[in-house]
Nanobody, 114 residues
Framework: QVQLVESGGGLVQAGGSLRLPCAAS????????MGWYRQAPGRQRAVVAF???????TYVDSVKGRFTISRDNAKNTVYLQMNSLKPEDTAVYYC????????WGQGTQVTVSS
């Protein structure tokens, strides 16, 4: 089973950038579609972006043009580059497999101040 460790979160002003890495342990990482999810206070966890094993990427409309998901299969790591951050991006960010997530990591808090 894949274990996931997210990091890279923090407090940033609106318009700023953050890069979130997610390190995965376990077998089969390179064959899995990996996604980034986020959960804002009082809201359900939702996918924001995902990357297939072949490198194709998909984004929700609210982050298109601002966020970039990438993966390094040699390092079992998936990244989320977040630019032009907005206060509404404030959430705990998690990575996991798509479409059926496994066990969740602890997530990483991203707070965007206005």
């Amino acid at each position: 089973q894949v274990q996931l460790v997210e990091s890279g979160g923090g407090l940033v002003q609106a318009g700023g950038s953050l890069r979130l890495p997610c390190a995965a342990s376990g077998s089969g990482f390179s064959m899995k579609t990996m996604g980034w999810y986020r959960q804002a206070p009082g809201r359900q966890r939702a996918v924001v972006a995902f990357a297939t094993s072949g490198g194709s990427t998909t984004y929700v409309d609210s982050v298109k043009g601002r966020f970039t998901i990438s993966r390094d299969n040699a390092k079992n790591t998936v990244y989320l580059q977040m630019n032009s951050l907005k206060p509404e991006d404030t959430a705990v960010y998690y990575c996991n497999t798509i479409p059926f997530p496994g066990s969740w990591g602890q997530g990483t808090q991203v707070t965007v101040s206005s």
